[in-house]
């Protein structure tokens, strides 16, 4: 038998029906979770441009993560959130990020959000589960949640703790998505994105930009499962083996020659992850059509400027969140739903780290073998307090009444 208690983990393991082997009491006051923080740039805080300040390039971030490995950084960056998981401090989160970004300490600390242990834990999981996307419910922030901690991963010894956190956020988020109804009503930026493509001209022809990277495989996906589109992937040509679908509705080629194609679109969808422009409005001229354009880049990738040119109209990323807010009241109920599951699930994972953090004493302890039950029961209650005795009183009960 294993139980727990808020602030204790007691281990008991039954030894015939009298002798109890009492192995470890320990005070832990819920300190499992204190060392876990995250800071967060994010759309509830931060409109596009902002936003785009606290975006580095990969390579940037894969030395960043190896220099600072002793604090298991984990760093998420997508269109609406640039988050940084650490073990440590809140001002020692905020202090990296903007060692990473380059913005001043100050500024970094007024346009976040900061949490810390039990909130920065309910933090992720919301995440992971999509419930706190600025579109709710949408799941690419799933596959992007499990890149970053991957990209983490495959370069330094992430802590067995942080190892656990994010696991266990998966996990639930998973399970959110099979037994509530959240998924099955999810929008993500692309699919709206590919929607309003689909839907810029009888037979429109859609170039994207930044097809190979997260969000353009999904959106290349959506707009290709359209039968009146046709699409035109860019393509560097330093790319290598990227791998685009087979299709007779997609065109590949080569971004260097982006510009002569434009003109002949009826909209152009850009989600690379360039920290520059990729289309200048200065390379732009006035269409002799109405001519979409979709940017779902953090930074963006298409010049606002190109907004102010006749028959064009530009979107962006947070455009879709305002697009998106209707939908989100009818989620409501599976929102509830969810909040409950993860509210569950990180009770179940304070049980794993507590009993991951005394796992060597378990191994080690063989003081209290062979104590008997009414010895053990005089200890418990001497060093627990009356709601936790109880507690334990109420499952020794339970288990001999089975």
């Not at 999904?218 to 679908?245: E, I």
């Not at 080629?253 to 989600?271: H, L, T």
Request: hydrophobic share 40%.
């Amino acid at each position: 038998m294993t139980f727990y208690c808020v602030c204790d983990i007691i281990h008991i393991k039954l030894v015939g029906q009298v002798s109890i082997d009492l192995i470890q009491i320990k005070r832990d006051g819920c300190g499992t979770l204190e060392s876990f923080v995250c800071v967060s740039i994010n759309y509830k805080r931060c409109g596009e441009e902002i936003r785009g300040e606290f975006t580095p390039e990969p390579a940037r971030r894969a030395d960043f993560i190896t220099l600072h490995s002793e604090f298991s950084p984990v760093l998420l960056c997508t269109c609406c959130r640039t988050e940084l998981y650490i073990t440590g401090t809140p001002d020692k989160a905020v202090w990296l990020l903007s060692e990473l970004s380059g913005v001043p300490e100050g500024r970094v600390r007024s346009c976040s959000m900061q949490f810390d242990g039990e909130g920065a834990v309910r933090h992720l999981f919301r995440v992971a589960s999509g419930i706190d996307s600025a579109i709710v419910g949408e799941d690419e922030v799933l596959g992007q949640l499990k890149n970053a901690f991957a990209f983490s991963a495959e370069r330094i010894r992430l802590s067995d703790r942080t190892n656990i956190i994010f696991q266990s956020a998966v996990t639930t988020a998973k399970r959110i998505k099979t037994q509530t109804a959240l998924s099955k009503t999810s929008v993500s930026h692309a699919t709206l994105a590919a929607k309003m493509a689909a839907h810029s001209a009888a037979e429109p022809l859609v170039m994207l930009i930044g097809a190979s990277g997260n969000t353009g495989t999904s959106l290349l996906k959506n707009l290709l499962s359209y039968r009146n589109v046709r699409v035109l992937a860019t393509m560097r040509s330093h790319s290598g083996a990227v791998v685009l679908p087979d299709s007779p509705a997609l065109t590949v080629i080569p971004y260097e020659r982006r510009y002569e194609y434009i003109s002949g679109c009826d909209c152009v969808v850009s989600a690379t992850t360039s920290p520059h422009t990729v289309i200048s409005a200065e390379r732009l001229e006035a269409p002799g059509k109405p001519q979409l354009f979709i940017d779902l880049a953090i930074p963006r990738d298409i010049d606002p400027a190109a907004a102010e040119i006749s028959g064009i109209t530009l979107r962006s990323v947070d455009y879709f969140k305002e697009l998106a807010a209707g939908n989100d009241q009818l989620k409501q109920d599976s929102v509830e739903q969810a909040k409950q599951m993860i509210t569950e699930d990180i009770d179940e994972l304070k049980k794993t780290l507590l009993m991951h953090d005394i796992q060597p004493e378990l191994r080690s302890s063989g003081v209290l073998i062979g104590m008997t039950a009414e010895e053990l029961f005089y200890k418990l209650r001497s060093g627990l307090d009356s709601h936790a005795f109880g507690a334990v009183v109420e499952t020794v009960r339970e288990l001999g009444g089975k």
